[in-house]
């Protein structure tokens, strides 16, 4: 599997166009960033750039990998985000069991309203029962 790190490195160097300001935007140094770039071609059996004395330019495959590592770095950092809301409790879905005489009490339906508020990504579903009468 390519590594998010890989890839990261990889559209920052896109950008600069150069493989010092690179590794200075990313707070790294210049070797590592070569080698992970050279292994992330290497893995891919591509050649991402055309190297020169003086800078550094995706080829045209290049360019084609960009658009969709830029795709996935986005899809990638939105997934991160939902699975942390999701552990704070703050997306998901809620199953609520009630019988019928709970929601005309006014105390479920207040509850409702106070999840709602402090917790508007969650997703509730109510299912209902009617009341059972002891003999």
Do not use: W
């Amino acid at each position: 599997m390519i590594d998010l790190r890989q890839l990261k490195y990889f559209v920052v160097v896109a950008e600069e166009e150069h493989v010092g300001r690179a590794a200075e935007r990313l707070h790294i140094s210049q070797s590592p960033l070569s080698r992970q770039i050279a292994q992330l071609e290497e893995r891919l059996g591509l050649m991402l750039f055309e190297r020169n004395q003086q800078r550094i330019r995706l080829t045209a495959d290049g360019q084609t990998f960009l658009a969709e590592t830029r795709s996935l770095l986005i899809h990638a950092n939105r997934l991160e985000s939902l699975g942390k809301r999701l552990g704070r409790g703050e997306d998901g879905g809620l199953c609520i069991g009630y019988i019928e005489n709970a929601m005309h009490s006014g105390v479920l339906s207040t509850a409702l309203r106070t999840l709602r508020t402090s917790r508007p990504d969650v997703h509730i579903a109510l299912y209902s029962q009617p009341a059972r009468h002891a003999d």
